[in-house]
C-alpha cells in the first residue's frame, strides 16, 4: 500500500492553491468468477485493479479525478491538476495523519483465494445438476459465481486515515421453465462481505433447488386477480420494496435537491406507528455491511424512521456538511473511478410483535407475496412499481392457490403509514445497488407485513 507520508504530501498539494476539503481513496481489487450457461462453463475471469481517486471540495462544490497509475509522480500530477483551477494564497498547510480504527470486525474463515478455481467450477456445475433434475420442463439454467478482495485505504485533510479489507462472495442462480407456451423463472442468490465459507451447510443445493421448484410450480400457477386488495409480504420475499419504496428517497442528496418525496420532512408523522426503518452496515457478515464507508467515516447504524417518526437521513461528508450534521457513515462508491455518494448499506424494517401465522389468519382474502421480483420507484413522488416472482392467494385466512404475473402498485409514504401488521420475524435479500451509474452491494430486510388496501396489477 502506499506510505502515509506521501498521502499527506499528496492532500496538501490538493489544497495548495485553496479548498476547504481534500480526500484520497486508493483501491486494490482482485476479483474471479465462474459463470455457466446451458450446461457449459462459459467464461471464467480473473482480474486485479488498481487505482487512486483524488477529490477536492470547495465552497459546496466538488472536484474529482482519477488514475490507476499509483506512482508518487502520477498522483502528485493529479493532485496539481485538481488545484489548477484555484489562486489561493494558503501558506503552510499542516495535515496530522491519524489512524482511525475501526469499531467492527467482520471474520473471514475460508478467503476465497484459498480455494482452487476447481471447486468454484464444481459449485456452479453442481447448481446447474441439482436444479435440472427437478423437472425436465426446466429448459435453461444459468449460474453465477463471484468473489472480490477490496483493499482499501482513504486518507483526509482533516487527518483521518482508514484502512479497510473486504471480501465478497456470491452465487446467483436463473432458472427457466417452460410448458405449453409458457414460461415462467425461478432466481435466488446468496451472498455477503463472507468468504467460502458461505456455501457451507449445502447452501448451493438449498438455493438451487428453491429457484428451480418456484419455475416449476409457476407453470401451473394461474394468473392473478387483478384489482385493490389486501396483501402480506413475506420476510422470505426480501426487502426489495423498503430498499426502493422508502430507502433511496432517505439518501440524503435527493434529500437536499428536492427529489425525494420526505424532504424536509425531518420529525414528522410517515408511517405506521409499527414501523420501524434502519440502516445499518455493521450487522454481521452481510452484503451491505463494511467497517468504514468508502469517506473513512466508521460504520454505524442509523435509525431513520422509529415509530413511524422520520428521524434522520443518510448522509456522506459533503451533504452532512451542507446540512450542519455529521456524516451517518454512507459515503460509499463503486471504485477509485468514482466519487462517494450517499447510498444505503443493509437496509431494513425492524421485527414487530405479531407471528407471521397470525398475520394470514387474520386476512379473510387477499394476495400472499412469498418472493419479490424488480421493481421502480419515482423517489419525488412516492410511486412504485413491483413485479412479484411468488405470489398466492390468501383465502379463508390461509394460503391458497399459487398466482403468476402478479405486480403491486402503490405509494411509499401511503403504504408505509397503512402497514397495520408486522411479524416478529425478519428475513433478507441480497443485491447491487445502481445509483448515478455506480454499483455498491447491498442487503434488504424486513419481517412479515400486511398492507391492508394495495392495487394488485393481473387478469381483471
Wanted: net charge negative; aromatic share 6%.
Amino acid at each position: 500500500m502506499i506510505e502515509h507520508s506521501l498521502i499527506e504530501k499528496i492532500l496538501k498539494k490538493t489544497l495548495s492553491r485553496g479548498g476547504d476539503y481534500a480526500d484520497i481513496f486508493i483501491e486494490f481489487r482482485k476479483v474471479n468468477s465462474v459463470h455457466l450457461e446451458d450446461g457449459r462453463v462459459e467464461k471464467i475471469i480473473s482480474g486485479i485493479d488498481a487505482g487512486a481517486g483524488i477529490r477536492l471540495i470547495s465552497k459546496g462544490c466538488t472536484a474529482y479525478a482519477y488514475s490507476n497509475d499509483l506512482s508518487e509522480k502520477a498522483l502528485i500530477g493529479l493532485a496539481e491538476t485538481l488545484c489548477k483551477g484555484f489562486d489561493e494564497d494558503v501558506g503552510e498547510i499542516t495535515i496530522d495523519l491519524r489512524v482511525t480504527r475501526p469499531t467492527i470486525d467482520f471474520p473471514i474463515i475460508m478467503p476465497p483465494d484459498s480455494v482452487p478455481m476447481i471447486e468454484k467450477v464444481r459449485l456452479v456445475r453442481d447448481a446447474d445438476r441439482i436444479s435440472r433434475a427437478i423437472d425436465d420442463r426446466i429448459r435453461q439454467v444459468s449460474v453465477s459465481y463471484r468473489d472480490s478482495s477490496q483493499r482499501v485505504i482513504i486518507g483526509t485533510s482533516d487527518g483521518r486515515i482508514a484502512e479497510d479489507e473486504r471480501i465478497y462472495t456470491t452465487a446467483v442462480i436463473h432458472v427457466i421453465a417452460s410448458d405449453e407456451g409458457i414460461i415462467q423463472t425461478g432466481y435466488e442468490s446468496a451472498g455477503g462481505l463472507v468468504g467460502f465459507e458461505l456455501f457451507k451447510d449445502n447452501l448451493i443445493e438449498e438455493i438451487s433447488l428453491s429457484a428451480a421448484k418456484r419455475a416449476v410450480m409457476m407453470l401451473r400457477a394461474r394468473r392473478a386477480p387483478g384489482g385493490r386488495m389486501p396483501v402480506v409480504i413475506s420476510s422470505e420475499a426480501g426487502g426489495t420494496m423498503i430498499h426502493e419504496a422508502v430507502g433511496h428517497g432517505l439518501e440524503a442528496d435527493l434529500v437536499g435537491e428536492g427529489l425525494s418525496v420526505y424532504s424536509g420532512k425531518l420529525g414528522s408523522d410517515i408511517a405506521s406507528p409499527l414501523i420501524t426503518v434502519i440502516d445499518d452496515p455493521t450487522l454481521m457478515n452481510k452484503r451491505g455491511s463494511y467497517r468504514f464507508d468508502d469517506e473513512g467515516t466508521p460504520s454505524q447504524k442509523t435509525i431513520l424512521i422509529e415509530k413511524g417518526i422520520l428521524k434522520n437521513y443518510l448522509y456522506d461528508r459533503l451533504t452532512a456538511h451542507k446540512a450542519g450534521v455529521k456524516s451517518t457513515g454512507n459515503g460509499r462508491r463503486e471504485s477509485y473511478q468514482s466519487r462517494p455518494i450517499p447510498r444505503m448499506s443493509n437496509t431494513y424494517i425492524a421485527s414487530g410483535e405479531s407471528s407471521p401465522e397470525s398475520i394470514i389468519r387474520a386476512t379473510p382474502r387477499g394476495l400472499f407475496v412469498k418472493k419479490m421480483g424488480g421493481g421502480q420507484v419515482n423517489t419525488v413522488t412516492g410511486e412504485f412499481v413491483f413485479e412479484v416472482q411468488e405470489g398466492y392467494l390468501i383465502e379463508n385466512g390461509n394460503i391458497g392457490e399459487p398466482v403468476r404475473e402478479a405486480t403491486l402498485i402503490g405509494n411509499g409514504p401511503e403504504v408505509l403509514k397503512s402497514i397495520d401488521m408486522v411479524g416478529s420475524d425478519l428475513g433478507f435479500s441480497i443485491g447491487t445497488c445502481g445509483k448515478d451509474s455506480q454499483g455498491v452491494p447491498v442487503s434488504d430486510g424486513m419481517p412479515t407485513v400486511r398492507i391492508p388496501d394495495l392495487v394488485v396489477g393481473g387478469e381483471v
